[in-house]
């Protein structure tokens, strides 16, 4: 287990951060230091973009929210296959992607 300091305006850290494969994540840029999670690839979402970092990885794909171009172009950039959702709604309520999901295998 590791301790990972986080800023007072993140929740929790998957708000900022997720897994896409064993050996890569995907991190909001200046929120965690990326050598916490040391020997993972980094795919990295503009601060601006800071959302769409809660992502949830299945099936060897992963699902981000839909409306953050720049986020779109890095997990391309990262040959993670990927699909959109809306979560506009789910954002007005502080929810994402992870709050909405159970994933079974």
Do not use: Q
């Not at 779109?72 to 993670?80: P, Q, R, V, W």
Request: proline share 4%.
């Amino acid at each position: 287990m590791v301790a990972v300091d986080l800023a007072r305006d993140v929740l929790h850290l998957k708000c900022v951060c997720a897994p896409l494969a064993d050996d890569r994540v995907l991190l909001a840029e200046g929120t965690v230091a990326p050598d916490v999670f040391a020997g993972a690839g980094v795919v990295w979402v503009p601060a601006t973009e800071r959302y769409a970092a809660n992502a949830v990885a299945w099936r060897g794909g992963v699902i981000a929210s839909a409306g953050f171009p720049r986020t779109h172009d890095a997990l391309a950039a990262a040959d993670s296959g990927w699909s959109l959702v809306a979560t506009s709604e789910a954002r007005k309520a502080d929810g994402s992607l992870t709050c909405m999901s159970i994933v079974v295998d």
